[in-house]
């Protein structure tokens, strides 16, 4: 025995991999439609070798002819390490073989035709090719069934799996877009900071250079349905023409004008310009913030199946999110609007901060640096 | 994701004599001839511990050899099919071949079954050690080295000690340690061994480590580790040219692949977009498998040859998450200071305080990464 040496050379591994080659996977493709079954399975020549012996005259090498002379054997060995059932075991043959070149070697290709005894419910795929030789084979499945594309990877404790052919119901769908479009505006802090500066003020009257607190409730909370309902207009109609495909702005565009939608509100707050249209101002910069939210939508990846329903359920869900924001920022506002509390430290004070993160927004994202965390 | 592993449209060869692949071993080699016997002995006496010892052993020593995984499931297949209960050798194996996928916990569960069955085991005392070590728990690695001490296995031991004073802030003493090591060690790989952590102990102190590397490459063995570590030295010591020199012919060897690529990179050599193409099948190769052992070298792949930030520090962080040793820290260090990211390399920098580790480079790079960003990556 040589552990000492096996220690020793085991040490430089675990410092640093070696994998000259790479373990051994099998490729199996399959689409199922309805009872009938195509597929292709490439297997590493190495492989079948391992398991069968291929090099006929025993020179390390495997031509096409000592292969061709194994097309029989192959079928029979693959066969039956593969079992595919809807309804019960499909019979399954191969109608064609052929080879491919993979990143360690060359794979023989099986081309696959199969017929199951029903045509509909879910696809079990029981996979045993190589497990009891080498436990590190892993067979990479990628199953078209009935459209819906499944990425399984088949292991010794992992060989039978079984795949739904049923579409996530629509109500799901629009249930988990619903709460990305919550999720993305409270996590977006640029959305909520010029949401927040543009409502700052709606508590608030400014007459002759001055502000004074709003008289009633209600006048704020008509202010505040004027601005919200505007934003929620504008980037409504941004967020459905980009997500459709129909506009497309560069993201370094959307994000800078994004920050710079901050600025302008925060400093709107401290030397007013427009104060009696502010809804103006959410229409307007509303249109870019739509922007941004389709960039994010564009990562979740809309299903092409449901893309409207989606689209709502997302938009719905920032709607949500932002009025959540509303309600509890609009009665707070309301109670403190005439205390040095609100004038000076929320309203003054967190104009000025929220220019001040704004501004480092936009520096960052104009000039693609990282100034601030 | 199968796409990417996949090049061609598959097609059907034009003749019979046309030679689709090239085997390890010819059924005449004396390697194979070997294996048949082994294989043979097992499968005429399935419950015999010794012939399922040395089969799965066998295995894992070509594994080594050749670098090539296949023979590490081939072992691993060996041990699953043996049956219950499993003796200390072949819980000591399976140990052994479960670290080799970075399964850390499960191997380290074997080794203690192991040890309660035979206390006196060197070899599983020596396998967690190395664990520990790579882990970065150099209090649970000590006890290791000291019960290889008290067990009479004075190489072992040495190289055991030798590299946990490297990697906790005594690479003086580290370098006396391996080098008493290697004057005990007659056997060619362990000198081999020896010589490369020597090799790499005076680089981080800052000496002259070419004489020792120049030395290992002398005993005339391929071996992936020596050359990576001796070109990661050429590398740094601004000597690509060399590099190229060395690893033309080692494409096949991915973490080679990667320092070739690297050198005809800072050289704008022609052939450096082919081996980074190379590369990228390779990673979604193994990715395609769930394989997450080559996240370090990824990310360096990314940090250097891609320009990837991002990628390279999400990569690094999950390596660092598995792996502690210093080439691990400098990979994270380097990908955080590149993404001006504070946050990330802290944890680094609390190795580098608790351990003490001394190489200048990683210090400074530490101070970099203190210095130059901002905490956390995100707007």
């Known amino acids: 025995m040589k552990w000492r040496t096996l220690f020793l050379s085991v040490l430089l591994l675990l410092a640093g991999p070696v994998w000259a080659h790479k373990a051994s996977d099998s490729y199996l493709v399959l689409d199922v439609k309805g009872q009938q079954l195509t597929g292709q399975w490439d297997i590493a020549l190495r492989d079948i070798d391992f398991a069968m012996g291929l090099d006929a005259d025993g020179n390390g090498e495997i031509n096409w002819g000592e292969l061709r002379a194994r097309h029989a054997a192959i079928v029979a060995w693959a066969l039956s390490a593969l079992t595919l059932d809807r309804g019960g075991a499909c019979a399954l043959q191969v109608t064609q073989h052929q080879v491919d070149e993979h990143t360690d070697g060359t794979y023989a290709v099986l081309s696959l035709r199969g017929n199951c005894p029903s045509g509909a419910g879910e696809l079990g795929v029981n996979y045993r090719l190589l497990f009891d030789q080498d436990a590190l084979h892993r067979g990479l499945l990628r199953l078209d069934l009935e459209g819906i594309t499944h990425s399984a990877i088949m292991a010794p404790d992992n060989a039978h799996q079984r795949f739904s052919a049923d579409k996530p119901s629509l109500l799901a769908q629009f249930g988990q877009f619903f709460v990305q479009g919550v999720w993305h505006i409270w996590i977006g802090f640029d959305h909520i900071l010029f949401l927040i500066a543009l409502l700052l003020p709606v508590v608030l009257v400014r007459e002759a250079g001055r502000w004074r607190g709003a008289g009633r409730f209600g006048e704020a909370l008509r202010e505040v349905l004027w601005v919200v309902t505007a934003f929620t207009v504008a980037h409504s109609i941004t967020l459905s023409l980009a997500a459709l495909g129909l506009v497309s702005l560069p993201s370094r565009l959307v994000e800078s004008a994004i920050a710079l939608s901050v600025v302008l509100a925060a400093l709107n707050n401290l030397k007013p310009v427009v104060n009696k249209r502010r809804w103006l101002i959410a229409f307007v910069f509303g249109l870019i913030h739509g922007f941004g939210f389709a960039s994010v939508l564009a990562d979740l990846g809309l299903p092409q199946e449901a893309l409207v329903l989606s689209l709502v359920g997302f938009n719905l869900g920032v709607e949500t999110g932002q009025l959540a924001i509303v309600a509890v920022f609009l009665p707070a506002a309301f109670w403190l609007r005439n205390t040095g509390v609100y004038r000076r430290g929320i309203f003054v004070g967190g104009s000025l901060l929220t220019l001040l993160v704004a501004l480092v927004w936009l520096v960052e994202r104009a000039l693609d640096l990282k100034l601030m965390g | ?379």
């Open chain 2, 1 to 379: 994701m199968l796409a990417a592993v996949s090049h061609a449209v598959p097609r059907t060869p034009a003749s019979d004599a046309e030679v689709l692949e090239k085997l390890p071993t010819r059924a005449a080699d004396s390697t194979a001839r070997e294996l048949t016997a082994l294989r043979a002995a097992v499968a005429k006496a399935p419950t015999d511990a010794s012939s399922a010892t040395e089969l799965a052993q066998r295995y894992f020593d070509l594994a080594l050899a050749q670098g090539d995984p296949r023979y590490v499931g081939y072992a691993e297949a060996v041990v699953a099919r043996f049956a219950d209960p499993l003796p200390a050798s072949l819980l000591t194996l399976r140990g052994v071949l479960r670290q080799y996928r970075h399964d850390f916990a499960g191997a380290l569960k074997d080794f203690e079954a192991a040890l309660a069955l035979a206390p006196d085991y060197a070899v599983a005392h020596a396998w967690r050690g190395a664990i520990y070590l790579v882990e970065a728990d150099y209090g649970a690695a000590q006890k290791e080295c000291a019960a290889l001490q008290t067990l009479g296995r004075a190489t072992l031991a040495g190289a055991c000690r030798g590299l946990l004073q490297a990697y906790s802030g005594q690479l003086a003493a580290a370098y006396t340690t391996l080098q008493n090591t290697l004057s005990l060690a007659t056997d060619a790989d362990n000198r081999l061994w020896l010589l490369t952590r020597l090799g790499e102990v005076a680089a981080w102190r800052g000496q002259d480590a070419q004489a020792h590397y120049r030395e290992a490459l002398g005993l005339g063995r391929d071996d992936v580790y020596l050359l990576a570590a001796w070109t990661d030295f050429l590398l740094d010591a601004g000597q690509p040219a060399e590099v190229v020199r060395l690893l033309a012919k080692w494409e096949s060897a991915d973490s080679l692949l990667l320092r070739l690529a690297e050198a005809e990179t800072l050289l704008k050599l022609p052939e450096a977009a082919r081996h980074q193409k190379m590369l990228v099948d390779r990673f979604a190769a193994a990715r395609a498998r769930g394989d997450t052992t080559h996240r370090a070298e990824e990310a360096r792949f990314e940090l250097r040859l891609r320009q990837d930030t991002a990628t390279a520090l999400r990569l690094a962080q999950e390596n660092y998450a598995v792996q502690r040793e210093p080439r691990d820290a400098r990979v994270l260090l380097e990908a955080a200071v590149a993404a001006k990211d504070r946050a990330s390399a802290q944890v680094v920098r609390e190795w580098l305080q608790r351990s003490g580790f001394e190489d200048a480079r990683t210090r400074r790079l530490a101070q970099a990464s203190e210095a130059a960003g901002t905490d956390g990556g995100k707007k």
